[in-house]
């Protein structure tokens, strides 16, 4: 069975950083493009970075863009997002997805909170 699960949420003051973690278990993901999203109280699900299989692409959302860095090991299960120069804006619940075919899979989530 697949799972995801994130770590590294927290409060945080505005200016500081970040880094986020998701361990997937329960299938081969080097084959997984994985990414990160997140959702603020009262708003839609947001994209914030994504990163394909072999590391070799990322994206990132107009939001977040020059401000985070999301990378993977090797083996493919552990997704990360460095998150810098954190503004009151960013605080949301962030998510890990994993994505093969037409099969997605989604973490439960962890808060980040930024004290302005």
């Known amino acids: 069975q697949v799972q995801l699960v994130e770590s590294g949420g927290g409060l945080v003051q505005a200016g500081g950083s970040l880094r986020l973690s998701c361990v997937a278990s329960?299938?081969?993901?080097?084959?997984?493009?994985m990414g990160w999203f997140r959702q603020a109280l009262g708003k839609k699900r947001e994209f914030v970075a994504a990163?394909?299989?072999?590391?070799?692409?990322?994206f990132s959302g107009d939001s977040v863009k020059g401000r985070i860095t999301i990378s993977r090991d090797k083996a493919g299960n552990m997704l990360y997002l460095q998150m810098n120069d954190l503004k009151p804006e960013d605080t949301a619940v962030y998510f890990c997805?994993?994505?093969?075919?037409?099969?997605?899979?989604w973490g439960q989530g962890t808060q980040v909170t930024v004290s302005s």
């Open positions: 329960g299938g081969t993901f080097s084959a997984y493009a």
């Open positions: 997805k994993a994505v093969l075919g037409g099969y997605e899979y």
């Open positions: 990163i394909s299989k072999t590391g070799g692409s990322t």
